[in-house]
């Protein structure tokens, strides 16, 4: 996998009439996981967005080497589908050639994804993201709704992903039981 | 970057001719169009001559209102399921993706409306010659009215009440479309046709960078 980076420099975070984060840097290189930890509302999902590029922040830059790869409470896939159909699309996109983790989600491939319990929709979001071969990701909330065991198998995986020479963005309330894993306390900078 | 796109098409294509996840297909407009044109003569009688004289007009206001009819679905739902921010993160920008849209609403209703205009121009007594202007005009005005009908999606999308904003929106909008799109009917009207896709023309031009400003402003 090529070599990755994600640097924010001196982010601040605006939603409406309140700024949330002010004066937050950090930098993400292959092989690293950082945890974005803090209370509901405190704008990690705000800092999620601004990372992925998609929402702007209100002052701040952020430089980025290799591809993104975003899961959010938003899983783009198309709900009358097929799992595989709709897993289908975006490799078709990515022109993924790997096949698809499984994530348990082998019996499921014939199921419409309106039909999918809610851990079973986060598994197919994160085989998704898994598909992608995009070398830094960005997880929002990834293991709400996982049992134990997927949760486990999730952090598995995420951890599979820098081995390999990825990145990983975490915002989650969860504690996280990675072991090489940065935690950033939002709180910290919250203005 | 066509290569990319074009799963996207097959996608946009599918869920608008076929529809799925409450979006009704090419077959609602359709009726919806087929509808208006069986009504009229109920309404104002079967008198051959004012039904021959009004009919094509008629055509055009049942064409734009069956444009608007799936305006709701061709965003919103998108946007809502995470689509346009997935599509963004792999580096299509908006205005390639609502280019896609628009072309893929036009195939599944302007198409259809025009399979569906003779059946139309017979209830509505037209003969063979306004019957090939409507056609002609539907091929030139459609294009307008499913770049317009795309504009209006996006702007609306995520709104309170966007479906009935939307059809609102889209009623003065769409006003030089139905104008010279009817008035090429008239006697001595063939200019209207020229006028007719030139506002088609502008239309399309405008439409994917206004439509894809307004969701990349959605996202603030």
């Known amino acids: ?191 | 970057m066509i290569g990319r796109l074009w799963p996207v098409f097959v996608r946009d294509l599918t869920l608008l001719s076929r529809g799925a996840q409450g979006r009704g297909g090419a077959v609602l407009p359709l009726l919806f169009f087929l509808a208006v044109a069986m009504l009229f003569p109920f309404a104002v009688g079967p008198d051959a001559r004012l039904l021959a004289r009004t009919g094509a007009g008629v055509i055009w206001v049942a064409a734009l209102l069956a444009a608007i009819l799936p305006l709701d679905r061709l965003v919103e739902p998108d946007l809502e399921a995470g689509f346009f921010d997935q599509w963004a993160l792999r580096g299509f920008s908006e205005e390639a993706l609502l280019l896609s849209r628009i072309l893929a609403h036009w195939i599944s209703f302007g198409i259809p409306l025009m399979i569906a205009a003779p059946l139309s121009a017979g209830l509505l007594s037209l003969d063979a010659g306004q019957l090939l202007t409507v056609e002609i005009g539907l091929l030139l005005g459609t294009p307008g009215l499913a770049a317009i009908g795309v504009t209006i999606a996006a702007l609306t999308a995520g709104l309170r009440a966007g479906s009935a904003l939307g059809g609102l929106l889209a009623i003065p909008l769409t006003v030089p479309l139905l104008i010279f799109g009817a008035g090429s009917l008239q006697p001595d009207g063939e200019g209207g046709l020229a006028l007719l896709a030139a506002c088609s023309l502008v239309a399309l031009a405008v439409a994917p960078f206004a439509g894809g400003a307004a969701i990349r402003a959605g996202r603030e």
């Open chain 1, 1 to 191: 996998m090529q070599d990755c980076r994600l640097v924010a420099n001196d982010i601040a975070c605006r939603r409406g009439d309140r700024i949330l984060i002010r004066g937050l840097s950090l930098t993400v290189e292959s092989g690293q996981i950082v945890h974005l930890a803090g209370p509901n509302g405190i704008g990690k999902s705000s800092l999620i967005r601004i990372l992925a590029g998609l929402l702007r922040p209100y002052a701040g830059t952020i430089e980025r080497i290799g591809a993104l790869a975003l899961t959010d409470e938003r899983l783009a896939l198309d709900g009358h589908q097929t799992l595989e159909n709709a897993l289908g699309f975006w490799r078709k996109i990515d022109r993924a050639s790997g096949s698809v983790a499984d994530f348990g989600l082998a019996d499921l491939l014939d199921v419409p994804v309106r039909f999918l319990s809610t851990g079973q929709r986060k598994r197919a979001a994160l085989a998704r993201i898994a598909a992608s071969e995009a070398p830094i990701w960005l997880l929002d909330e990834p293991l709400n709704g996982l049992d134990q065991h997927w949760s486990c198998m999730a952090q598995v995986a995420i951890n599979a992903h820098c081995n390999a020479g990825g990145a990983v963005i975490i915002a989650s309330h969860q504690p996280l039981s990675i072991e090489r894993v940065q935690t950033l306390q939002i709180l910290d900078y919250a203005a």
